[in-house]
């Protein structure tokens, strides 16, 4: 008897004990092997109502499910939130590069000029 057996239930012995020294030693040895399948006496399930097949846990998979698209659903959508944000910095900062280039190359460009014309030196006036 354990303490999760029902009140009433009495320990009673399925077959003689083992009385050699085998593991497991003692342990009650059913006479006639378990059947493979159910007996043909019991009713089916029932399909709808508080059984295994419905009810309850049917329901309980169903808020599961609901819950689980409703959360996939967030997540495609924070997603696309963040690619779309994602694709304005880039085009963005590629812009950004773009003023950058053109300025250093007019900043290039008239520094060449000034050179050529002798009006400028890189370290300072000429001797």
Avoid: C
């Avoid at 939130?81 to 910095?89: F, G, K, L, M, S």
């Avoid at 190359?105 to 520094?111: C, D, E, I, T």
């Amino acid at each position: 008897m354990t303490a999760t057996d029902p009140p009433g239930a009495t320990a009673s012995q399925t077959a003689a004990p083992n009385t050699d020294s085998s593991p497991g030693g003692g342990l009650p040895v059913p006479t006639t092997p378990a059947p493979d399948t159910a007996p043909a006496d019991l009713p089916p399930p029932p399909a709808n109502g508080w059984g295994w097949a419905g009810g309850y846990g049917r329901r309980g998979s169903a808020l599961r499910q609901k819950l689980a698209s409703h959360l996939a659903a967030r997540r495609r959508k924070r997603r696309a939130w963040a690619r779309d944000i994602a694709r304005i910095v880039l085009v963005l900062s590629i812009m950004a590069l773009a003023v950058l280039a053109v300025e250093i190359g007019r900043k290039a460009v008239v520094v060449l000029n000034r050179a050529d014309l002798g009006a400028v030196h890189l370290f300072g006036e000429r001797g």
